[in-house]
């Protein structure tokens, strides 16, 4: 019985790790993306997972509007947005 679990330990020590190193980090992440899209509102500075820079012109349920540089205004999934640039970015 203890060589069984001795001879398991290793495999559950890589498990724990891999989780605090791998798993955890990204759920975090996914996370904070997830509440940062659920924070969007209008005139947000925004990139999109494609690169488009531009300002929220309207929010819907799963949708946003957003407003390019000239003047275009492009419905994107609220999805599609890949950060909010603060004014320290932008600069």
Same mark, same amino acid.
Request: aromatic share 6%; charged share 25%; no cysteine.
């Given at each position: 019985m203890?060589?069984?679990?001795?001879? !398991? !330990? +290793?495999?559950?020590?890589?498990?724990?790790?891999?989780?605090?190193?791998?798993?955890? +980090?990204?759920? &975090?992440? @996914?996370?904070?993306?997830? @509440?940062? @899209?659920?924070?969007?509102? &209008? =005139?947000? &500075?925004?990139?999109?997972? =494609?690169?488009?820079?531009?300002?929220?012109?309207?929010?819907?349920?799963?949708?946003?509007?957003?407003?390019?540089?000239?003047?275009?205004? !492009?419905?994107?999934?609220?999805?599609?947005v890949?950060?909010?640039?603060?004014? &320290?970015?932008?600069?």
């Amino acid at each position: 019985m203890t060589a069984t679990i001795v001879n !398991l !330990l +290793p495999i559950i020590l890589f498990f724990v790790i891999f989780y605090f190193l791998l798993l955890r +980090p990204q759920q &975090k992440r @996914q996370r904070a993306i997830q @509440q940062m @899209q659920a924070n969007l509102k &209008k =005139g947000d &500075k925004i990139i999109t997972i =494609g690169g488009l820079h531009g300002i929220i012109d309207s929010v819907d349920e799963d949708k946003v509007v957003i407003r390019a540089g000239d003047g275009t205004r !492009l419905t994107y999934d609220r999805s599609a947005v890949r950060e909010v640039v603060t004014e &320290k970015e932008n600069k």
